[in-house]
């Protein structure tokens, strides 16, 4: 069992989608979506109009979900069965209603559901806030949703996107990266995963892995200096 988190430019087209649900190994997973390419910062923009709450939250959520119900749909024509839990069934709670982290997480549901359905999907970004309803995380995290989940699970977590390799500063493709090394090549314009979600793996001794979405290569293993070192 694993979680494996697939970006916003991994699930731009149908084809993607549907090249993904066809290689997918046939192991139980959790899948953590983001929203398709550019559409959430459309959602952001549309939302302005809405004061923070409910409303503007709502609508900011409909690119995650959007991204599970493809999923599911390919999923079923190439014949596997799956489950989608929203964000009342996640477990994972924040420290405030928009634009927070996680607070904490009961991978209960999903563990349930893991027992009869070999794929669960969850939309990345969202979380129960502290008034009960819809939350919204801070931009990027739905990379911190996979490394919860996967902590909470104690089970193996990938994180994919459209480039094969984390790159370092000049530029060269990392077979093996520190968590530091890693903080270290983030600005604030560019980075290849959220920074909270590298902290906290750095903090659970969370091994990840990162890579293409359509490649196959092994990609960039992210872990602490004594395993990289261990492993060359």
Excluded at 50 to 72: H, T, V, W, Y
Excluded at 112 to 141: D, E, M, W, Y
Aim: hydrophobic letters at 40%; charged letters at 15%; a negative charge.
């Amino acid at each position: 069992m694993h979680v494996r988190k697939y970006g916003g430019s991994s699930l731009q087209s149908l084809n993607n989608i549907r090249d993904i649900c066809s290689n997918l190994p046939d192991v139980p997973m959790v899948i953590v979506l983001s929203a398709q390419g550019d559409m959430t910062n459309c959602l952001y923009q549309a939302s302005d109009r809405f004061p923070d709450g409910l409303e503007k939250n709502e609508l900011i959520a409909l690119g995650e979900m959007f991204s599970c119900s493809l999923m599911q749909k390919m999923l079923k024509l190439s014949g596997r069965d799956s489950v989608i839990i929203g964000y009342e069934d996640l477990g994972i709670q924040s420290t405030s209603s928009h634009g927070g982290f996680i607070d904490r997480i009961d991978p209960s549901m999903i563990i349930n559901n893991l027992s009869v359905n070999k794929v669960v999907i969850v939309p990345g970004f969202h979380a129960v806030g502290p008034n009960g309803q819809l939350a919204i995380l801070h931009r990027g995290s739905s990379d911190d949703t996979a490394v919860a989940l996967a902590i909470a699970l104690k089970v193996p977590c990938h994180i994919y996107s459209n480039i094969p390799y984390i790159y370092n500063g000049e530029g060269m493709a990392c077979r093996k990266i520190s968590y530091d090394s890693l903080l270290s090549l983030i600005t604030k314009d560019e980075a290849p995963m959220s920074r909270s979600a590298i902290l906290m793996a750095q903090r659970h001794s969370l091994s990840l892995s990162f890579g293409h979405w359509n490649r196959y290569s092994s990609g960039t293993v992210i872990g602490m200096i004594e395993e990289i070192f261990e492993n060359n």
